[in-house]
């Protein structure tokens, strides 16, 4: 869930400055309520969805990208089966 957490705060930030105007890098007074919020947000959706899922969904996409095969075919969590140690 990290890399999800960390692309989402950083979309959430960006579309609270841009989209809707508000001041977040200018005034510390807008900075730590929004700060707050998108950290309840992100430990609500992380919860919700770790219950049901092993890894976050942009963790799911980047090894399904990046192994071009379903992330958790083979070992734990995603992991590729272990090579057996030559004798």
Do not use: C, K
């Not at 957490?5 to 579309?15: F, P, S």
């Not at 730590?32 to 969805?49: H, K, N, V």
């Not at 092993?54 to 272990?82: I, K, Y």
Request: charged letters at 15%; proline letters at 8%.
């Amino acid at each position: 869930m990290a890399l999800t957490n960390y692309l989402t705060a950083t979309l959430l930030v960006l579309a609270a400055s841009h989209v809707l105007g508000l001041p977040i890098g200018r005034s510390l007074a807008v900075a730590y309520p929004a700060a707050g919020a998108i950290l309840a947000a992100q430990w609500l959706f992380a919860t919700l969805w770790l219950r049901r899922h092993r890894q976050g969904p942009v963790e799911w996409l980047w090894r399904r990208a990046t192994w071009a095969r379903h992330p958790l075919e083979g070992g734990r969590d995603g992991d590729r089966p272990a090579v057996p140690s030559p004798r």
